[in-house]
């Protein structure tokens, strides 16, 4: 008798065992991801690349949304990026510019169509606009600024200016993420197309808010955000006019150009160069800052490069305790004998 229990004990375990097994790879087989990608007329923000990246360490198919009115241009080379495997296009001038009344209602009615469990979108502008409109649309809680995907509920980003890491796993049962561009290599593309294009369904979407204008700061120089080398100016320069040794070094160097916050507050530079917090999140392959303290702020958004050199006058500066390489003296003699032997 004894003997029949332990049998039927074991069994039991045994169809529960198989049974968990079962609903487990038929939840994971039901994972799907849809990536934003941000139009600008006939291209697109390269974060979303890296977007990307990170949906692909998610189970399941990846579908790219591309909205605007040239969107089936740019629909095209999303769909020669490896680990695309569809790409909805909504070419529509509606779209233009990613406002997040219209793109959040848009991406909620992708999401129901397609049945997505995770909704991506690199965390630049656009996305940290649109992406809480559409967690609130789907009543889920929005998971910020992620460097790693730990697993379909699972993710980790940065916490008090990046001095901690924070594990976050999330029950919803819809999970909008946006990630750190920087913490995910660009996803690459294939030859050919490979992803199949769709058009999105209509979408009846209230424009409760009206692009006006953009005033962008143009220069020959690579953009902050993508450069492999980045050249930044802080208080240190003392003006506008000191300001452009930082541009002549970078200019020598092929590198973009950056700035902490105190020297744009100061007005040394356009405030699109700000590198930090509440700036761009870069991480180039060559990070150099000269006149720049290395407050927290500043530190946040740059602590992640590959290589670091930092050049101020004052020894002790907090900056030269990340730095791979450090060269104390004035800044105003340095630079020119730098740029002289380059």
């Not at 700061?217 to 300001?243: H, I, M, Q």
């Not at 700035?259 to 507050?265: E, L, T």
Request: glycine share 8%; with cysteine; aromatic share 6%.
């Amino acid at each position: 008798m004894l003997g029949s229990v332990r049998y039927a004990l074991a069994r039991s375990s045994t169809l529960k065992q198989r049974t968990f097994g079962r609903f487990y790879a038929v939840q994971k087989s039901c994972l799907s991801s849809l990536v934003f990608v941000e139009t600008k007329g006939s291209g697109f923000d390269e974060g979303a690349l890296n977007a990307i990246t990170a949906a692909r360490k998610i189970s399941g198919p990846v579908v790219a949304v591309v909205a605007g009115s040239e969107a089936d241009v740019v629909a095209k080379a999303i769909a020669k990026i490896e680990g695309v495997s569809k790409v909805v296009v909504a070419k529509d001038a509606a779209y233009d510019h990613a406002l997040p009344e219209t793109t959040a209602t848009l991406l909620k009615a992708l999401q129901e169509k397609e049945g997505a469990t995770h909704i991506f979108a690199p965390h630049t502008a656009a996305g940290k606009n649109v992406m809480p409109r559409l967690a609130a649309l789907l009543d889920s809680q929005q998971i910020s600024d992620v460097i790693s995907v730990e697993s379909e509920d699972t993710f980790m980003r940065p916490v008090y200016a990046g001095n901690a890491i924070a594990t976050v796993q999330s029950s919803d049962p819809i999970r909008v993420v946006t990630v750190r561009t920087t913490a995910f290599p660009a996803a690459t593309a294939s030859g050919s197309a490979s992803a199949a294009e769709e058009a999105a369904p209509a979408v009846d979407a209230q424009a409760l808010s009206k692009w006006i204008k953009e005033d962008m700061a143009k220069s020959d120089r690579p953009d902050l955000a993508t450069a492999k080398r980045v050249v930044s100016g802080g208080r240190a320069v003392k003006s506008a006019e000191g300001f452009q040794i930082i541009y002549d070094l970078a200019d020598k160097l092929g590198a973009g150009v950056g700035a902490s916050r105190a020297a744009v507050d100061a007005g040394y530079c356009d405030n699109s160069l700000q590198v930090g917090q509440t700036g761009r999140i870069v991480a180039p392959e060559l990070y150099i800052g000269i006149g720049i303290s290395g407050a927290i702020q500043h530190l946040a958004g740059m602590k992640d490069s590959k290589v670091i050199v930092a050049i101020n006058k004052d020894a002790d500066a907090p900056i030269f305790q990340i730095a791979d390489y450090g060269l104390v003296g004035d800044l105003f003699t340095i630079i020119p004998e730098l740029i002289e032997k380059i």
